[in-house]
């Protein structure tokens, strides 16, 4: 299957640098990303977690909420296969206590930098463009406490995007597919627990970028509660986010 190569993984992440967070500014993607970020935050209150890790902290959008909501006395660390995305972080969060440490690690073929064991580690968006993402995944459950929990997401191959063999990614680069039985098995697999996935759109993504016209957006917005309603809020869903503990 076509995937990034770490070298071009890090070469085109860190030329996208600060760009990123473009993909994240039309009125469509602002309220995915609340969506999305709102799970983050119903976590992080019910876990209470301490030592937390966000891996691929990108431009800092899940870093954000997790340093706004995580309780006081959280150390929250990250890492970023860029460099460049390493640096954006580190100059945004200036003086954020919280942040501990964020570095730079290819996961994909290094262990974390870090000797901590973790309460809550993230992944949004960042498996798929990893050829060894099975790999990850047991990485992370390494850095678990007991009873710690991943929160990860990978796109889905049951889904228009997936099933019409979209690349999606707002950036073109190639992307790996998974669904929910192969994720529940990988997970189950490894040792994880209380597997639970969510999605929160199951239109093709260009339509989250194509307009934003009030109208529109109301009317793609009805849609994909409508098509909730009838098929559930997973089925069909095009990025899979999966919650579940060691
Ligand atoms: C699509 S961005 C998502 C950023 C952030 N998680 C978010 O949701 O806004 C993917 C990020 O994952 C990083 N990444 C990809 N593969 C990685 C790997 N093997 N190890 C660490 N970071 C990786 C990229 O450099 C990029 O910053």
Known sequence: ?????????IKYWDQWNIKY????KTTA???????ETGLISKELRKLKATNILDIGIGNGRILEILNNKSVPKAKIYGIDISGEMVKICQNKFTNQFKIVQLKTCDLSVQGLPFKVKFDLVTSIRVLKYN????????????????????????????????????TFSDNNSPIIYSNILELKKVTSDTGFSGFEVLAFSKLPNFLYHMSNNRFFVKLLLSTETVLEK?????????????ICAR
Do not use: C, H
Not at 1 to 9: G, I, P, R, V
């Open 230 to 242: 009838i098929l559930g809020q997973s089925l069909f869903g095009r990025e899979l986010f999966v």
């Open 1 to 9: 299957m076509k995937s990034y190569s770490t070298e071009s993984n």
């Open 21 to 24: 967070s473009d993909v994240w």
């Open 131 to 166: 050829a060894n993402w099975k790999k990850m995944i047991k990485r992370v459950f390494d850095s678990l406490n007991p009873g710690g929990v991943f929160i990860f997401t990978m796109p889905n191959k049951l889904s228009v995007s997936g099933l019409s063999g979209d």
């Open 29 to 35: 993607r602002q309220i995915m990303s609340k969506k």
